[in-house]
């Protein structure tokens, strides 16, 4: 895709000046989910997996030691890698791991993509740099990613931004929060399938307003102009994703509210269109992240409670049409499965 190439060079010089001067689903027939397993109830050990749609031939893709988290997988275009985040939980008192990998989809080739000099890590409670929810590009050639960096000033880091690299880790660029102190924690980027913009999830600190306000925005690689999408009162996000038409954003509200109901939705970018795609009530029910199959017609999605476990220790993944009708698990487990992703079918 040469004109992804061209508005990426965009973002590395024309944005990147104006820095100075102050991860979705692509088209293709539908192959595996990948999603995040925890081992343990209390979340401090989970790894990577995939399955077929039909709940059939499950595998554990990534093996991280026991305290690490391997979380956030997005599945490259050609359905060949996976992208994820490895965080560390109870590792010991010198482990401060929050970085980027990629793994090929059969579990070989772990590569560490951020934080290599460091081993140990630099995600320290009150300083350093933690890196996080990685998308790919429509080309496989670029990731998304958020990166929290710099000291906790007044109770927030100092800056939490959406950031483009190379899928090798090279050529790191901020594409939001330009200034500082920043006014919003940005995480959970995916790219629009057409190149054009990233969306992400913003919750507002520090002077912006409403105060711990939470949507989905997007910024435009071509001019950084950046955009809120969804309502506040909606409290959006959570790992959104881009159909592969790029006509819609998938979602859910309730953000970081365990104890009431959360629901998906669906809304063009430029905020209109909202739909409400399911209705739990009575504040059980809730679903999590979620993403578009590559022919568009199926959505893949995290639901609590589980079928097969603890109502609050436990979730399921998914799998209905995008009208929202047809739900049917794919994982039947006492674990906790979700944020699945719904990657392409590599066969030629």
């Known amino acids: 895709m040469k004109r992804l190439a061209v508005l990426v060079i965009l973002v590395l010089t024309g944005v990147g000046l104006q820095v100075q001067d102050a991860q979705g689903t692509f088209h293709g027939d539908n192959g595996r989910i990948a999603f995040r397993r925890f081992f343990n109830v209390d979340k401090t050990w989970g790894a990577v997996f995939t399955i077929n749609p039909n709940g059939t031939h499950e595998v554990q893709v990534t093996n991280p030691p026991f305290g690490y988290v391997d979380r956030n997988p997005d599945v490259s275009p050609d359905g060949e890698r996976i992208v994820f985040e490895r965080e560390a939980n109870d590792c010991g008192p010198a482990c401060f791991v929050d970085d980027i990998f990629v793994v090929n989809s059969d579990g070989s080739g772990v590569t560490r993509l951020t934080g290599v000099g460091s081993p140990h890590g630099t995600c320290r409670p009150t300083s350093g740099t933690c890196n996080g929810s990685p998308a790919w590009s429509p080309d496989g050639k670029w990731i998304v990613f958020s990166r929290a ?191 699945p992703d719904w990657g392409s079918s590599d066969d030629d």
């Open 149 to 339: 960096s710099g000291p906790v000033i007044d109770g927030f880091v100092q800056r939490q931004a959406i950031y483009v690299m190379r899928a090798d880790g090279s050529d790191v660029t901020r594409i939001t929060q330009r200034q500082l102190p920043a006014t919003g924690e940005d995480t959970d980027p995916q790219w629009s399938p057409n190149g054009d913009q990233v969306l992400f999830q913003r919750r507002n600190v520090r002077t912006a307003e409403p105060i711990d306000g939470v949507a989905i925005w997007t910024v435009d690689l071509r001019t950084g102009h950046e955009r809120r999408v969804t309502p506040y009162p909606l409290r959006a996000g959570d790992t959104p994703d881009w159909s592969p038409d790029g006509r819609y954003i998938l979602f859910h509200d309730n953000v970081d509210r365990s104890d009431v109901t959360a629901n998906l939705y669906t809304i063009r970018a430029d905020g209109s269109h909202l739909k409400q795609l399911t209705f739990a009530s009575g504040g059980v029910i809730q679903y999590l992240g979620s993403s578009y199959s590559p022919d568009g017609k199926l959505i893949t999605f995290a639901r609590r409670p589980a079928t097969g476990g603890d109502a609050a220790n436990a979730a399921d993944v998914f799998i209905m049409r995008v009208n929202g009708t047809g739900e049917r698990p794919v994982t039947r487990t006492v674990a906790y499965d979700s944020y």
